[in-house]
């Protein structure tokens, strides 16, 4: 194999060379090689740097791994993450340096190619142990560390001092050094002890898996430990700006109030940047509307103050002068190029901020008192909000929230719709909002419920065969929100509803032997899961459905008796269109 490789001509090694040397720049620019610890003490019981090592290299990963995940998470806070990813090497050479001398090839490309570290050697991590006295050191000297803003290759040190008569102790100190050596290498400088620091990517843990499984006791845990931070450093903005987002999205009267107190503290910090404010201010807007449209508290004063915070998150990020397609442009000019990991992270915190006004323009169309009779303040205030989703979806293509509600926002046009060729064009809009935000997040329970909601609709403007098929297939989707979150009493209400709407679409059936048998088995299925969603604990956003799906219950079926098959169910729905109701997020 080796003498046929060697029999090939030389120039197309020398232009594969070319692609190596590029290739090579590329690469070790985003990699820190790790070499073994060495014991330069005479201690044979600190002769453990090849154990010591392993748990290093784990925990110094583990760290970025954390902090990378946080900052591809537009919802969190943390320093860009400037760690090259750690790798073992042998002598300091890449380990694809050594593939290539084994492959073989002709003399002079092997040569070529094993000398390129010499001319750009790589940065590598040295680690040693020392004892002075009744101290350890741990010691790791990184080599030939890259700053492109400085042109020059500088040496760093990290040393790490603790008592030597513990062994037990050395696994913790060595996940402390690795804490310290990440703030050292990656630049991070906004935190005032490595403690501050370990508390904080500790709470960024419990914070990350509180986003994915919402279980309380993480929530807790993650606000302790921003609070350890806090302790030590009160300035401490991303420590605030996150603690507020668990309290946020805890969807709590109490701790909605107070993320908002929060969100103005981590504003007032002197260590908030441009960025962070932007998003602060956009924390305060999305509390406010919360605190008016989910928790029903405050009056138009509160959405004129989300308004007002949503547009300054605007003007904070965007500029006051940048119109909205001008400040968009910006955006997705800095954002080119980010097409992987991390780099997508810009691009989805300004996303966010855009969708801050847009729900901000939301709440106030759904809400506002003053509206109640201007229809035209209203649709705009609504046009405004559906513009703003839009651009945030092309800042962020995976943006589950802002698919949802311009679903959502479709679905309720079609629901004021008075003819069935509006509400079929709104409908379809919604449905494909609502699909791509399910493709971008499978388990948003949210979308399969307003999924189902938009069958429901189009059952509204379909004749009674047609509605069955489209409220069967309602079913499904509520069923799917609740295999998401079982929980979800939306999505049980919903249920309700949808089997009032087969038991309504039996009784105009002309098959008069199924009309009373199939209504009735419907009827019994809708008491079942509004019992269920009462025991559940069917409170805040689902008070009083209870009692209006009763009333559709009994009343609903005695009126429309024997209405002719021919009826399109329009005009049976207004019995129970108050329970009716999509939701947002």
Not at 103 to 122: E, Q, R, T
Not at 153 to 163: G, K, L, N, S, T
Not at 397 to 407: D, E, I, K, P, S
Not at 453 to 478: C, D, M, P
């Amino acid at each position: 194999m080796i003498q046929l490789i060697q029999a090939i001509p030389a120039w197309p090694f020398l232009g594969l060379l070319i692609l190596v040397v590029g290739w090579y720049g590329w690469h070790v620019r985003r990699r820190l090689y790790f070499l073994p610890w060495e014991n330069l003490s005479t201690d044979d019981n600190l002769n453990i740097g090849a154990s010591l090592s392993e748990i290093f290299i784990a925990e110094i990963e583990r760290v970025r791994k954390i902090h990378e995940a946080a900052y591809r998470n537009p919802g969190l806070w943390t320093d860009r993450v400037k760690l090259p990813f750690l790798e073992r090497s042998a002598d300091g050479f890449p380990a694809a340096i050594r593939h290539v001398e084994q492959l073989g090839g002709p003399g002079w490309f092997v040569k070529a190619v094993g000398i390129l570290p010499l001319f750009a050697p790589p940065a590598t991590v040295r680690g040693s142990i020392h004892r002075f006295g009744n101290t350890m050191r741990l010691q790791v000297t990184v080599e030939n560390a890259r700053k492109p803003w400085v042109g020059v290759r500088p040496i760093i040190i990290v040393p790490f001092d603790r008592p030597v008569d513990d062994p037990e102790q050395y696994p913790s100190y060595v996940n402390l050094f690795a804490h310290k050596v990440f703030l050292k290498v990656a630049g991070v400088e906004t935190f005032k002890s490595t403690k501050s620091f370990v508390h904080f990517t500790q709470a960024l843990d419990r914070h990350l898996q509180w986003e994915t499984g919402r279980e309380p006791d993480q929530a807790i845990a993650a606000i302790d430990k921003y609070e350890r931070v806090l302790k030590k450093d009160k300035e401490n903005a991303a420590s605030l700006f996150n603690k507020a987002v668990i309290l946020y999205t805890q969807y709590e009267p109490k701790a909605n109030n107070d993320a908002i107190s929060v969100f103005e503290a981590a504003v007032d910090c002197q260590s908030a940047d441009v960025a962070l404010r932007a998003q602060a201010f956009g924390g305060i807007a999305n509390a406010f509307c919360q605190k008016r449209q989910r928790h029903k508290q405050g009056n138009d004063e509160t959405l004129v103050e989300a308004l007002h915070w949503a547009q300054r998150a605007y003007d904070t990020e965007f500029g006051t002068d940048a119109p909205v397609v001008v400040g968009h442009f910006v955006a997705r000019i800095r954002s080119l190029g980010s097409h992987v990991g991390q780099w997508f992270a810009p691009a989805r915190a300004r996303a966010s901020v855009v969708k801050a006004l847009a729900y901000a323009n939301q709440v106030q169309a759904e809400n506002r008192a003053d509206l109640a009779n201007n229809e035209q303040g209203r649709l705009a205030y609504e046009n405004r909000a559906i513009e703003l989703y839009v651009e945030a979806t092309k800042l962020n293509r995976q943006f589950t929230v802002a698919f949802n509600n311009l679903g959502y926002l479709y679905l309720k046009r079609a629901e004021q719709a008075t003819e069935g060729v509006a509400a079929y064009a709104d409908l379809r809009t919604a449905r494909r909002y609502l699909k791509k935000a399910i493709r971008s997040d499978p388990s948003y329970q949210h979308a399969y419920d307003n999924l189902g909601n938009v069958e429901v609709q189009y059952a509204r403007h379909t004749r009674a065969k047609g509605a069955l098929k489209r409220l069967r297939r309602s079913i499904r989707y509520y069923r799917l929100a609740l295999s998401q979150k079982p929980n979800y009493t939306e999505a049980l209400n919903d249920l309700a509803k949808a089997y009032v709407g087969l038991a309504l679409c039996r009784m105009i059936s002309a098959d008069e032997t199924l009309r009373e048998d199939e209504a009735s088995q419907y009827v019994a299925e809708a008491r079942r899961f509004r019992d269920e969603s009462i025991a559940r604990g069917a409170e805040g956003d689902n008070r009083g459905e209870p009692t209006l799906l009763q009333q559709a219950l009994d009343d609903g079926m005695k009126q429309f008796a024997c209405v002719p098959d021919d009826c399109r169910m329009e005009t049976i729905f207004p019995v129970f269109e108050p329970i009716l109701q999509p939701h947002t997020a």
